[in-house]
């Protein structure tokens, strides 16, 4: 079965510097949704589109931003990288709905050095 | 704001033997739905089962099932004949629905370790 894809899977950049996540959703998912994973953490959400809106925002900087594009695959910008934005960034899909589950992608390792 | 506690960091079971990871939950909502993730050392984080807040029954997936007490706040994974394939990182998810967002909001996780 497809699952969902994210692009890199490895990133490594410097400090200020900008860097683009991508996420292409199961098939026929209309719902995405981005988490940030510290070093010994757990997930912690940061923003989700549902049908191309955003549908939801948690912890996520005023330095990141994202959207979802027409054919439903999400990208998370990230601009003024700090130390503290090294971590592993998950997207999940799901059809959207009250019974719902959310599939994860591989995630993509940022690393800012 | 709903919370989600795993109180035991670390868990060890040998091969064979059978587990259970202890997950409870805070929410003043009467209608929600709970998950366990596994997180193995790849990080890939994978479903393991799911339990609808309002259905009595406790959910099964094979040799992973849970023990779901609603009146409680609790939802326990026991995993049966324990394999070497099912160490990794377990995590204890509520999902909250406010306003059309379903976001996932997970517990600090228990490592488990399977010794052969």
């Known amino acids: 079965a497809a699952g969902v894809i994210q692009s890199p899977r490895h990133l490594i950049k410097e400090k200020r510097e900008t860097a683009t996540l991508k996420c292409y959703p199961i098939p026929r998912h209309d719902t995405v949704y981005w988490y940030q994973q510290g070093p010994g953490q757990d997930p912690q959400f940061l923003i989700s589109?549902?049908?191309?809106?955003?549908?939801d925002k948690g912890s996520i900087p005023d330095r990141f931003s994202a959207q979802q594009f027409s054919d439903y695959h999400s990208e998370l910008n990230m601009s003024s990288l700090e130390l503290g934005d090294s971590a592993l960034y998950f997207c999940?899909?799901?059809?959207?709905?009250?019974?719902?589950?959310?599939?994860f992608g591989p995630g993509t390792r940022l690393t800012v050095l | 704001a709903q919370t989600v506690t795993q109180s035991q960091p670390e868990m060890s079971v040998q091969e064979a033997e059978t587990v259970t990871l202890s997950c409870t939950y805070d929410?003043?909502?009467?209608?929600?739905?709970l998950f366990w993730y596994k997180q193995p050392p790849s990080r890939q984080m994978i479903l393991v089962i799911r339990?609808?807040?309002?259905?009595?029954q406790n959910a099964t997936e094979n040799r992973f099932s849970v023990n779901f007490q609603k009146a409680a706040k609790s939802f326990s994974l026991k995993i049966s004949d324990s394999q070497l394939g099912d160490a990794a990182m377990y995590f204890c998810?509520?999902?909250?629905?406010?306003?059309?967002?379903?976001?996932?909001?997970f517990g600090k996780g228990t490592k488990l370790t399977v010794n052969p």
């Open positions: 339990q609808e807040a309002y259905k009595q």
């Open positions: 589109f549902y049908e191309k809106m955003q549908s």
């Open positions: 929410t003043s909502e009467s209608d929600y739905y």
């Open positions: 999940a899909s799901s059809t959207g709905g009250d019974t719902d589950t959310q599939y």
């Open positions: 998810a509520y999902r909250v629905t406010q306003g059309g967002s379903e976001k996932l909001v």
